[in-house]
């Protein structure tokens, strides 16, 4: 499970700059301004960071063990 996490952590900042980048492209060739279309950005990192913690395995309990 900690290769997924690793591996959504490591894709995060790519995925990131590739839709700022779909973003901008819109703005210029489809005319859609940036001011209307950043909030993807947002939503993506969203995506992104629930997608880890669901991939994430449940930490377990410190202590309190049997001796």
């Known amino acids: ?15 990131l ?3 700022l980048g779909l973003l ?3 703005d210029y060739f489809l005319n ?5 279309t950043w909030p993807v ?6 995506i992104l960071k629930l997608a880890e913690r669901l991939g994430a395995s449940p930490a377990e309990p410190s202590g309190g063990g049997p001796a």
């Open 1 to 15: 499970m900690t290769s997924d996490r690793s591996l959504l952590r490591a894709i995060r900042g790519p995925v």
């Open 17 to 19: 700059l590739i839709t």
């Open 24 to 26: 901008f492209t819109a």
């Open 32 to 36: 859609y301004p940036f001011h209307r």
């Open 41 to 46: 950005l947002l939503i993506i990192f969203g």
